[in-house]
């Protein structure tokens, strides 16, 4: 799709959901013309960005705010670690970040915080005219979304979620054979967060010290166990889809000629977290904790054309990481779990071939020109690509790879998770936050080697 399109398609959708104020052409910024960048929330992901961005020439950190003074002083030392000039640090209070949006005069901000400030934060910097990339996930409700929604078409502000899993490479690498045909026509796709996040969940509440060594959330807790794990206690859904079903939703094209049709969600019993507790921690008050979330939660995804999607989140029991992928058509499938790739008349009759060496014959483009670039960044090399994504199409004026639609109809998956659950497994229909878009809309999203 050209800009030119990308217009008129983002008009056609603003005009239907809300009034758009302006179809002004987007900012392009000049070789040697720095982009100003504001990090909100330096936390331990704010700390890996604040990393990525310190080593671009392209971009000044010209902003940091956080509310901690341990993480603000952390980020001050990487900067000037980096030799880079000191940027504005607003902080002292959780309204800092209106004073930054206020004052600083940052062109884009990245949005490093909590879930439940994600959608106020969106909203309010796309309102200010500071483009917007923001960590996964858009909004908590179904009303965020739509409002986070309604705020990019009125203000035509670009915003992207830094969907990372997106750029990992053997989910690139798959994305190419997709698109080579080589899985013949794709019907199912599965991906989730599978992750043991017991020691992510509870810390001892010391600055610094984010993973394990206590059973202590919320207020007594520190970087995620002080926010996140409440979401464990009161909400029972799939309560973290976009690195599973980012790279679901671009191989099945969604919202360009695809589209969510329905969802069902199952939770199991939880037991996990009360276990984690009670068996290393038997005296601690938080074994009367009860946590709502099931160990293992499943939802199932229907699309326009057909495709079924099944997501896993399954983040309080033991186990090893796993995204647990699948991709299948009618030519053959990749499986993440067993790294095995079969092609019909090219793999062995119902044999398994190693995916890595199909994936080495179909390295994508992005990852054969910035694999050495990406070496030392996080998450594997796809920290580096995510943010390159954001900052070069930014730079260019060009349209979002992962866009508003992307952003929150992937994060939305998890308000109505959690009704599909509460409504004893209904199957709610999808709403289409796209109004119709989708069916014209043409995919963008990493086809060739910029970013
Ligand atoms: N894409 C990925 O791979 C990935 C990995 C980790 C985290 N994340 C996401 O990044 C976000 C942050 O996670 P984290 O692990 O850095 O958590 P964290 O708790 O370590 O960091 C959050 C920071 O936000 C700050 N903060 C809280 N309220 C604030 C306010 N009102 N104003 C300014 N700052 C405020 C906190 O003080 C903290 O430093 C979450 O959305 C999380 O899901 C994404």
């Known amino acids: 799709m050209n800009r030119r399109d990308f217009l008129i398609a983002s008009a056609a959708g603003a005009a239907s959901v809300a009034p758009l104020s302006s179809l002004a052409k987007p900012r ?87 879930w439940e400030l994600h959608a106020v934060q969106s909203i309010e910097a796309m309102q200010a005219k500071i483009a917007v990339a923001c960590e996964v996930v858009a909004g908590i409700t179904l009303d965020d979304h739509w409002d986070v929604l309604r705020a990019q078409l009125r203000t035509g502000t670009p915003y992207m979620l830094l969907e990372n899993v997106c750029y990992r490479r053997d989910v690139l690498a798959a994305l190419h054979m997709a698109r080579k045909g080589l899985f013949g026509e794709i019907v199912h796709l599965e991906g989730g967060y599978q992750h043991d996040l017991r020691a992510v969940k509870f810390n001892s509440g010391e600055p610094g010290k984010p993973y394990g060594g206590g059973y202590e959330f919320g207020e007594k807790g520190w970087s995620e166990a002080r926010w996140r794990t409440d979401h464990s206690v009161r909400r029972n859904g799939e309560l973290y889809p976009s690195h599973g079903i980012g790279p679901c939703a671009m191989q099945a094209n969604i919202h360009r000629g695809n589209r969510f049709t329905r969802l069902t969600s199952y939770a199991s019993k939880a037991r996990g977290l009360h276990d984690y507790i009670a068996k290393n921690a038997p005296e601690h008050p938080n074994t009367k904790v009860a946590f709502k979330l099931g160990d293992v939660v499943q939802t199932h995804l229907a699309c326009e054309n057909g495709e079924t999607i099944l997501l896993t989140h399954d983040t309080s029991l033991p186990r090893p990481y796993s995204l647990g992928f699948r991709v299948q058509g009618t030519q053959g499938l990749w499986m993440d779990v067993n790294k095995g790739i079969h092609i019909e008349g090219q793999s062995k009759p119902h044999e398994w071939d190693a995916a890595e060496d199909w994936f080495a014959k179909h390295d994508h483009p992005l990852w054969q020109r910035f694999a050495d670039a990406a070496k030392e ?75």
């Open 377 to 451: 960044s996080g998450h594997g090399g796809m920290d580096f690509f995510v943010v390159n994504a954001f900052v070069e199409a930014l730079r260019r004026g060009e349209p979002m790879p992962i866009d508003i639609y992307d952003a929150v109809a992937w994060s939305a998956i998890t308000p109505l998770s959690e009704q599909s659950i509460a409504e004893g497994n209904r199957t709610l229909d999808f709403p289409d936050f796209t109004d119709g878009l989708w069916a014209k809309r043409k995919p963008i999203f990493a086809f060739d080697d910029r970013y």
């Open 28 to 114: 392009v910024w000049k070789r040697g013309e720095p982009l100003k960048i504001g990090v909100l929330g330096v936390g331990m992901r704010g700390q890996v960005h604040l990393k990525e961005l310190l080593r671009r020439d392209d971009v000044a950190i010209t902003a940091i705010c956080d509310t901690d003074p341990y993480m603000i002083d952390k980020a001050l030392e990487r900067i000037a670690k980096a030799g880079k000039p000191k940027p504005q640090v607003y902080t002292g209070d959780g309204d800092a970040w209106r004073r930054m949006y206020a004052k600083s005069g940052i062109d884009a901000v990245f949005i490093v915080t909590p």
